[in-house]
């Protein structure tokens, strides 16, 4: 079984010692990156069109009967990793996947491939090496093939392989295989094509797009390098490769838009969107007739423009191409620049209604995000706003929230909320909504430095526009105790907490949904003042109303059975905080899904309890598969993954392995400090336990070395 895109191609020349080497290096090692030469004068330095997704590409079908599965995947953020591999769970066990969410399809791949030995993962155009330290470390049994443009920080990752340039035979093979479609040239024509490949540089990408050029037209080849005028990048000029190629579209794009203006609208487009498996839908707006949009990207295919999905739905544009369409000016200060307006609008028309963030529309919502995240993240610096493009921007992130991903919306937050400001006003109930939002984000992201002042804004602004007992602004002054809470500030957190649950039992009464939140949080929050005599009856309390108003499962329900269970725990009544935790994370596991953040506090709670109960064999294997989960859903310097790597290191020192506690007590110190800074009360207790785990392997080499001198004579 295998996802590959699309067949490899017969003009595959001058790389038969690299699949070769690489064929050696996978077999010898089990994981192997392929990077951009960095060394000698012909390398092309900081972009692509090298070849080296059609290197992986060719090793993968020629290999394929070798693995049990060859499965590819879009390396380029986390994100895009996931739900690759929730898409191969989708292949293998389809009407069990249709029912879950995407971080739960690739935890079960991930189970399956531990459990199937033998496949080969490509993670293709992977932007940071360390994305895929967790993958190598729980995948052992099969082989891992990167390709990255970074030729650096692969150290303790995976052995690299360098892939330069073309030779110049084989580059003039490879533009003469093209434009003379397997012809064989004269012998002028060959002494040309030699001479045009060393004017583009042998970069492969350029001579597969003048030869399809010179295809097309019938031009020859002097005459299409008198053309391109004075040459770009010969041998080592240096001349970069965004050159060489903005010089060969100059002359294609003027053919193309004689024979076909609407593939150049496209083409433009397409530069905005993510590059790989570009929906034809999306493309649909454009044009009315669904016949004008496939001739228009027959054309574009035919100049070697754009490829399509193996199942041809699908259209794939290189990164190369979409740098150098991106960075033509505009015709005006403020003005779209070309495909930007038509990119927008097209997004904003597929995306599904708010209906839409249900979970029948996930298959929908998970094939547009990348093209959405692409978007915004490619936004020009002096770009128009949108009201409808902040409505797309707004909704994609809705949906992550709702799977749980709000970590991963800022970007998509961020560019929403400056819209929202420059189209719609500071205090429109969609902006201050949207700066609500964002704090969020950014609170979930583990970022409170960002998180409060956006909070605390927001709550002047609703105190202003709304009222002081507006539905929103109590939810606005809720969170911003949250965010006190959840950095350490308990003398402004407590009191904000107070006066909402107030206010809230006044305007909303007793057993409102919201009123209740605001119960629980206040309990929680004389929880972590170590008030146990005011948390334990307020929590009880709160745990019985929302069994009786929301149920027994209802997430808030859930939450207040894992708060009451914690206090318990603090109060040392592990008797009764157990069972309570187990039935919590039963429950959340059922709910929410396996790897939602949610049942990950349950999983680390749980595991934490049955480590103050001595029960060190329930509690370490519980630990060591929440961290892993955690940094697989919420990065590796997310709050609550250093909290649970702690939590493991305490686990192993009680353990008496000092030496696996001591290591990871110093991974978290060092993480702490980098992240919420050198005072920070969990940076202070994070030093202290290493501290005090080092006192105790003194302590032990200091007996064991005294014990060995008694036996000496």
Known sequence: MANLPGSATGLFVGRDDEVGRLRHLLAREGEAAVTQDGSGARAIHGLGGIGKTTLALHYAHRYRSSYTLVWWINATTTEQIVADLASLAGRLCQDWAASVDVEQRAAWALLWLQWHPGWLLVFD?????ELLRHYLGTLPDGHHLATSRRATGWYAIAPTMPLGLLELTAAADLLCAIAFDARPPSPDQRGQAEELATDLGYLPLAL????????????????????????????????SA?????????????????????????????????PDDIPRTLLASVAPDPVAVDDALGVLHAYNMIAFTADRQGINIHRLVQTVLRTR???????????RREAEEAVWEVLPDEEGLATDHAVLWERLLPHVTSLAESTPPDNPASASTAHAYHSAAQYLYRQGRDAHTITLRTLALTQYEEVLGDTHPNTMNSRNNLALAYRSAGDLGRAIPLYETTLAQCEQVL?????????????????????GDLGRAIPLYETTL????????????????????????????????????LLEATLAQREQVLGDTHPHTLNSRNNLASAYDSAGDLGRAIP??????????????????HTLISRNNLAYAYHAAGDLARAIPLLEATITQYKQVLGDTHPHTLISRNNLARAYESAGDLERAISLYETTL????????????????????????????????????????????
Do not use: C, F
Request: glycine content about 8%.
């Open 467 to 487: 009222g002081d007992t507006h539905p929103d602004t109590l939810i606005s002054r809720n969170n911003l105790a949250g965010a006190y809470e959840s950095a």
């Open 580 to 597: 309570l935790y187990e039935t919590t994370l039963a429950q959340r596991e059922q709910v929410l899904g396996d790897t939602h953040p």
């Open 329 to 339: 000016t505009a015709t005006q200060p403020g003005a779209y620049l070309p495909g």
């Open 670 to 713: 060092t993480q702490y400090e980098q992240v919420l800074g050198d005072t920070y009360p969990d940076t202070l207790i994070s030093r202290n336990n290493l501290a005090r785990a080092r006192a105790v392997q003194q302590r032990n080499t200091a007996t064991s070395a005294t014990d060995h001198d008694r036996q000496l004579p």
């Open 502 to 537: 107030a206010q809230r039992e006044q305007v909303l009464g007793d057993t409102h949904p919201d009123t209740l939140i605001s119960r629980n949080n206040l309990a929680y929050a004389y929880h972590a003042a170590g008030d146990l005599a005011r948390a334990i009856p």
């Open 125 to 129: 155009n992977v932007e940071d090496p």
């Open 208 to 239: 597969e797009q003048a030869g399809a050029y010179l295809h097309q037209t019938g031009t020859g080849i002097d005459t299409y390098r008198r053309a391109l005028g004075p040459m770009l990048a010969k041998g080592a000029d240096g001349i």
């Open 242 to 274: 965004e050159r060489t190629i903005a010089r060969i579209w100059n002359q294609t794009l003027i053919v193309i838009a004689h024979r076909d203006p609407l593939a150049v609208t496209l083409l433009n487009m397409m530069a905005w969107t993510a």
